[in-house]
Each structure stands twice: as structure tokens, then as C-alpha cells.
């Protein structure tokens, strides 16, 4: 599975709210501001989601960081390659400060 994160045009609704639309391929998982993730309320599926009791949803797990003091993130859909990224980087010296936060994003 492969993150990616997309600037969204003009034409989106959260254009200017938002910084990038963090996708898997071409569904939207998220949304990144300067601020943090925000999750796809706008969308008309969440509002949707949110009158069925039964949704489906899957974890984002954002892993914060710092580099020589310089602010890093990266996303992981799996809790197996997380654990595995921040044990590898626990290992190094000059990568400090981690942080994990847990995102509920739905699932088409």
C-alpha cells in the first residue's frame, strides 16, 4: 500500500483549509494541515458513515519524529511496519522526540 500525499486544486472544497489530501492510490484518506490530519468530514461518504452505525474503518498510524532536530512525519496503514520503522529508528542516535498518533479512516 502506498501513501501519498496530494495538494488539492482549486476546484476542491478544502482548497486553501487544507495543505495535502492523503491518499492510498486514488482513494482520500485524510486531510494534512499545518496543524495535523483531519479527518474526510466534508466528504459527502463521512457525513453518510456517520448516519450508519456499521462503518468500516481501518487505522492510520502517523509516526512523528525528529531528525537532528528537524520535525519529520511518516504514515503506515499497518501496525507491524510502524513497529518495525520505530525500531529501527530508536536505534539511531540523532533521531529523537517519537510520537505515534492513531487515525480511524473509512474503509470503501
Known amino acids: 500500500m502506498q501513501i ?7 476546484d476542491h472544497p478544502m482548497y486553501g483549509k487544507v495543505d495535502f489530501i492523503v491518499a492510498d492510490g486514488t482513494q482520500p484518506l485524510c486531510y494534512k494541515t499545518a496543524n495535523g ?11 453518510a458513515a456517520q448516519a450508519a452505525p456499521e462503518v468500516e474503518t481501518r487505522p492510520l498510524y ?6 537532528n ?5 511518516m504514515s503506515f496503514t499497518s501496525k507491524k511496519k510502524h513497529d518495525k520503522t520505530k525500531a529501527a529508528l530508536e536505534s539511531k542516535g540523532f533521531v529523537t522526540d517519537f510520537q505515534t498518533t492513531v487515525y ?4 470503501k
Open 62 to 67: 502517523v509516526l512523528s519524529f525528529k531528525i
Open 104 to 107: 480511524q479512516t473509512l474503509v
Open 4 to 10: 501519498s500525499y496530494q495538494k488539492p486544486g482549486k
Open 69 to 73: 532536530d528537524e520535525a519529520e512525519e
Open 37 to 47: 490530519y483531519l479527518p474526510l468530514e466534508n466528504s459527502g461518504a463521512t457525513v
